[in-house]
T-cell receptor
Framework: QKEVEQNSGPLSVPEGAIASLNCTYS??????FFWYRQYSGKSPELIMF????GDKEDGRFTAQLNKASQYVSLLIRDSQPSDSATYLC??????????FGGGTRLMVKP | DAGVIQSPRHEVTEMGQEVTLRCKPI?????LFWYRQTMMRGLELLIY????????DSGMPEDRFSAKMPNASFSTLKIQPSEPRDSAVYFC?????????????FGQGTRLTVV
């Protein structure tokens, strides 16, 4: 079992809809959690991070964390075709190891 | 700051040759990560350094791979000898690690092709 699991997708949503991306992790000692976006042929870029249970909002993006369930999610409101990319969940532990999931490919259709 | 700088951007080499990938982290960052990305295996952590010291190299696939960080502004990843299955995109990322949160920033990557 991989330490960080994501559905590979593709997840297809119509423009303007809410896209929901999910991630589970195995290490209960994990401290902080990150969402990265990666366009084809480009490097991952940080969207946002969260380290407390609950929701964290940044513009159209909301990260949700449930440490008891070892679950992290990213909601993208008002999805745009430019949001089409692979979204990577990353988990950081106390030893400063940053481990990534396999990524979910999101397709936003006009 | 120019961000994390990797070189070369592309490398094509013959099987058996030595390959050296280079990384300059963001100034002031104290952690550096080397990742390999393939379609099949995704983004794999190879090794990471804190304050120039290698902390965990359990992701290094085999002895053909080695990494060094002689100072805070430079790191190398060497493959010797290279094999076709090493073909991948290699990313370097750096961060300032403090109080349990580390925001890692990636370089543009080196696309390695071993023929």
């Amino acid at each position: 079992q991989k330490e960080v699991e994501q559905n590979s997708g593709p997840l297809s949503v119509p423009e303007g809809a809410i896209a929901s991306l999910n991630c589970t992790y195995s290490d209960r000692g994990s401290q902080s959690f990150f969402w990265y976006r990666q366009y084809s042929g480009k490097s991952p870029e940080l969207i946002m991070f969260i380290y407390s249970n609950g929701d964290k909002e940044d513009g159209r993006f909301t990260a949700q964390l449930n440490k008891a369930s070892q679950y992290v999610s990213l909601l993208i409101r008002d999805s745009q075709p430019s949001d089409s990319a692979t979204y990577l969940c990353a988990v950081h532990n106390a030893g400063n190891m940053l481990t990534f999931g396999g990524g979910t490919r999101l397709m936003v259709k006009p | 700051d120019a961000g994390v700088i990797q070189s070369p951007r592309h490398e094509v080499t013959e099987m058996g040759q030595e390959v050296t990938l280079r990384c300059k982290p963001i100034s002031g960052h104290n952690s550096l990560f080397w990742y390999r990305q393939t379609m099949m295996r995704g983004l794999e952590l190879l090794i990471y350094f804190n304050n120039n010291v290698p902390i965990d190299d359990s992701g290094m696939p085999e002895d053909r791979f080695s990494a060094k960080m002689p100072n805070a502004s430079f790191s190398t990843l060497k493959i010797q000898p290279s094999e076709p299955r090493d073909s991948a995109v290699y990313f370097c990322a750096s961060s300032f690690y403090t109080a349990g949160v580390t925001e890692a920033f990636f370089g543009q990557g080196t696309r390695l092709t071993v023929v």
